[in-house]
């Protein structure tokens, strides 16, 4: 399959905005991109993917977003065994924890984490994370 699925949750565009610039390398790569909303994608519709990225920011004490990521990633360990997937996130505060956390949970769901760790940056993404995420793109799309 061509297209590289992206879905994400941003509460203030940072996380958005990385996932647009993952896209964006994808494209570059020559695949297709489909960049989402966590609101308008279902983990059902990744059920047959083997290649696809989730992002989200911390949020409290650092972990995903409750009302709508923390469900959605729920059902997406159900489907994740032998997927490669990529995460990624902003964060405001703390250290990298909820990110850290989410690299666990998908590792023993059985999915690889592509690169070992997910890409995180500290509020708004400048020029260095921007091209970190459209490497990123580049990554999934070679794979």
């Known amino acids: 399959m ?11 565009g940072n996380t958005e905005t990385m996932a647009n ?13 489909e960049v989402l909303d966590i609101s308008k994608i279902a983990a059902k519709d990744l059920k ?11 949020m409290g004490v650092e972990v995903l977003e409750e009302s709508e990521m923390e469900p959605f990633v729920e059902e997406v360990e159900k489907i994740s065994n032998g ?10 505060w703390g250290d990298g924890q909820w990110m850290r ?23 708004m993404p400048d ?10 793109g580049k990554q999934l799309a070679a794979i």
């Open 83 to 92: 997927k490669t997937i990529a995460l990624f996130g902003s964060y405001g």
């Open 101 to 123: 956390d989410w690299e666990d949970r998908m590792t023993a769901a059985g999915a690889k984490v592509l690169n070992g760790e997910g890409l995180i940056c500290q509020d």
């Open 2 to 12: 061509s297209k590289i699925v992206i879905g994400f949750w941003s509460q203030t």
């Open 48 to 58: 047959d993917v083997q290649v696809f990225a989730l992002g989200c920011p911390a």
């Open 21 to 33: 610039a993952i896209g964006e390398g994808v494209i570059a790569a020559g695949k297709e991109a």
């Open 127 to 136: 020029e260095s994370v921007l091209e970190e995420c459209k490497n990123l």
